[in-house]
């Protein structure tokens, strides 16, 4: 048994100790990538250790991805990549721009010595099943945006519970985990409260609101205000071809709409923040300049990838609320 040493009078536990004596095994080259390691059980006799003392070392190793089982026949070393001290499993719905800021702040947040891969489940809960069940055990976290998404609690449940944390959208299912999330609702109704004085001039407030991909919490938090305060409003799932008319005030969570109404808007010639007005949802560089500037309701997703890696880095259990802000720009 040279490769592991244990210690009864170190003051670290026994099971880091496992993990210690492998990777400077690794360092040494006494292990070499393909080498069985000592089996749970031998490990267990020569030093009177409980199984799961053992089991804990070498799971934490397999999350790194230093090392694998195959069943029946024990561990074997995967990687002598030692210096990665984490491995974590991050799946997103998709990749746009704000995400994209999103994880480049998490990159630069969370230190060198991390491997962090990344996934997409693309509203797609058979594709987000599959994602997780074939991650499982095999990460030391695991970092989920479950969107909107129906019937995925119980997949989110197999993972081990420590090491979960959700991101962006969270619900009562899942409040019992560590979430860095935006309150849709919340954001949405006091976004709109603070430009109130720029709405009162439109008649009627219109939210395109497919239902697919956007958080539901948006479409509360526009009722919520328009209803309070007494706006005339309208829901609809898509643009299309419709007509704008004077005094409508479009409130557009997907870009992809954003430029059907401003391109109908052009054919109709119709000067925006004059005859109508935009409220778009997510801050991007491109809207501080398109059609003059366009006002957006964002979080900050810079802050929110660096709130991300510290809570990781520290393993904060909290929930925290990503703020969000209006941005007024002339579409207003």
């Given at each position: 048994m040279n490769i592991i040493s244990i210690q009864a009078n170190l003051g670290l536990p026994k099971?880091?100790?496992?993990?210690?004596?492998?990777?400077?095994?690794?360092?040494e080259g006494k292990l070499v990538k393909g080498d069985r390691l000592p089996s749970v059980n031998k490990v267990c006799l020569a030093?009177?250790?409980?199984?799961?003392t053992v089991l804990l070392g070498y799971d934490e190793l397999k999350k790194r991805g230093i090392i694998f089982a195959i069943p029946g026949k024990g561990y074997y070393v995967k990687s002598v990549e030692i210096s990665i001290k984490q491995k974590i499993f991050l799946l997103f719905d998709e990749l746009n721009t704000f995400k994209e800021d999103l994880y480049n702040s998490?990159?630069?947040?969370?230190?060198?010595?991390?491997?962090?891969?990344?996934?997409?489940?693309?509203?797609?809960?058979?594709?987000?099943k599959k994602l997780v069940k074939d991650s499982n055990g095999n990460y030391t976290k695991y970092i989920i945006m479950p969107t909107n998404l129906n019937d995925i609690v119980e997949s989110i449940k197999t993972l081990p519970v420590n090491d979960v944390i959700i991101l962006d959208q969270t619900n009562p299912d899942l409040n019992f985990y560590p979430a860095v999330y935006q309150n849709h609702q919340k954001d949405i109704f006091e976004g709109m409260q603070k430009g109130k004085?720029?709405?009162?001039?439109?008649?009627?407030?219109?939210?395109?609101?497919?239902?697919?991909?956007?958080?539901?919490?948006?479409?509360?938090?526009?009722?919520?205000?328009?209803?309070?305060?007494?706006f005339k409003y309208e829901i609809i799932t898509e643009f299309a071809a419709r007509e704008i008319e004077v005094g409508d005030l479009y409130?557009?969570?997907?870009?992809?709409?954003?430029?059907?109404?401003?391109?109908?808007?052009?054919?109709?010639?119709?000067?925006?923040?004059n005859d109508f007005g935009i409220i778009s949802y997510n801050e991007t560089p491109l809207k501080k300049i398109v059609a003059n500037g366009i006002t957006t309701i964002s979080?900050?997703?810079?802050?929110?990838?660096?709130?991300?890696?510290d809570m990781v880095l520290k393993g904060n259990k909290d929930q925290i609320e990503n703020k969000s802000s209006l941005l007024i720009r002339n579409s207003l």
């Open positions: 099971y880091k100790q496992i993990i210690l004596s492998i990777e400077k095994a690794i360092e030093f009177s250790l409980s199984r799961d998490f990159l630069k947040n969370i230190g060198k010595n991390v491997q962090v891969d990344i996934f997409f489940h693309h509203f797609n809960v058979k594709v987000f004085s720029k709405l009162n001039k439109y008649t009627r407030m219109i939210l395109i609101f497919p239902g697919f991909r956007e958080p539901l919490g948006m479409k509360k938090g526009f009722e919520e205000f328009c209803e309070e305060y007494n409130v557009i969570p997907n870009d992809r709409d954003l430029v059907r109404v401003i391109e109908n808007a052009r054919k109709q010639n119709l000067s925006l923040g979080t900050n997703f810079e802050t929110m990838g660096k709130i991300l890696a």
